[in-house]
Nanobody, 120 residues
Framework: QVRLLESGGGLAQPGGSLRLSCAASGFTFSAYCMGWFRQTPGKEREMVATITAAGSTAYADSVQGRFAIFRDDAENTLSLQMNILKAEDSAMYYC??????????????WGQGTQVTVSS
């Protein structure tokens, strides 16, 4: 059974930082692409960052240069370091299990999410 458990959300000031973590279990973590998505009320869920099994990364234009996605295959953990936070980064953030290899674009499972609020 796939389980994805996010943590690390909360309140941050504009310009501040937060680090999100996702503890994964129930599958061979090192073999899969993983990602972070976010969603605000009334909007579609959007991709924030993706990391392949080999460690290649991709980011949404809106977070490029401010956010960094990491994976620790020994600990089955996915992280998202968020710097220079803006009010528009406020959202529910979801850890996502994606596909393998050429199927990295697939979305297989979501976590329950962790709320990030950026406000002074």
């Amino acid at each position: 059974q796939v389980r994805l458990l996010e943590s690390g959300g909360g309140l941050a000031q504009p310009g501040g930082s937060l680090r999100l973590s996702c503890a994964a279990s129930g599958f061979t973590f090192s073999a899969y692409c993983m990602g972070w998505f976010r969603q605000t009320p009334g909007k579609e869920r959007e991709m924030v960052a993706t990391i392949t099994a080999a460690g290649s990364t991709a980011y949404a234009d809106s977070v490029q240069g401010r956010f960094a996605i990491f994976r620790d295959d020994a600990e089955n953990t996915l992280s998202l370091q968020m710097n220079i936070l803006k009010a528009e980064d406020s959202a529910m953030y979801y850890c996502a299990l994606r596909g393998k290899g050429a199927k990295c674009h697939l979305l297989i499972e979501w976590g329950q999410g962790t709320q990030v609020t950026v406000s002074s």
